[in-house]
Nanobody, 123 residues
């Protein structure tokens, strides 16, 4: 029903910045909570951040210490993840996820997933 395609991953030096994009299909994008997750090798997938349909509310993982910013452009059916002050430990596959609007942002129970984009931070 919902197709998500991530892009923008790549290799970046420690301390640098990178912006990931997630393009969503369909005309119901504005009715979905959108989120970013990441998974490093041999580790479980972890929540990064989420944004509500209007873009007025955001939720972040505490461990990111404010370095990441999630935003969305409903006119383009796209959600973004701006990553600043990147560290080698940020290296992971980053996934875009979506769920039907629930009135409150959560860290789990996202129904739709993209294939992921690799982010590698060199030291």
């Amino acid at each position: 029903q919902v197709r998500l395609v991530e892009s923008g991953g790549g290799l970046v030096e420690a301390g640098g910045s990178l912006r990931l994009s997630c393009a969503a299909s369909g005309r119901t994008f504005s009715n979905y909570d959108m989120a970013w997750f990441r998974q490093a090798p041999a580790k479980e997938r972890e929540f990064v951040g989420a944004v509500n349909p209007s873009g007025s509310n955001r939720l972040y993982a505490d461990s990111l210490k404010g370095r990441f910013t999630i935003s969305r452009d409903n006119a383009k059916n796209t959600v973004y993840l701006q990553m600043n002050s990147l560290k080698p430990e940020d290296t992971a596959v980053y996934y875009c996820a979506a769920r039907e609007y629930g009135g409150r942002l959560i860290r789990t129970l996202y129904n739709y997933w993209g294939q992921g984009t690799q982010v590698t931070v060199s030291s």
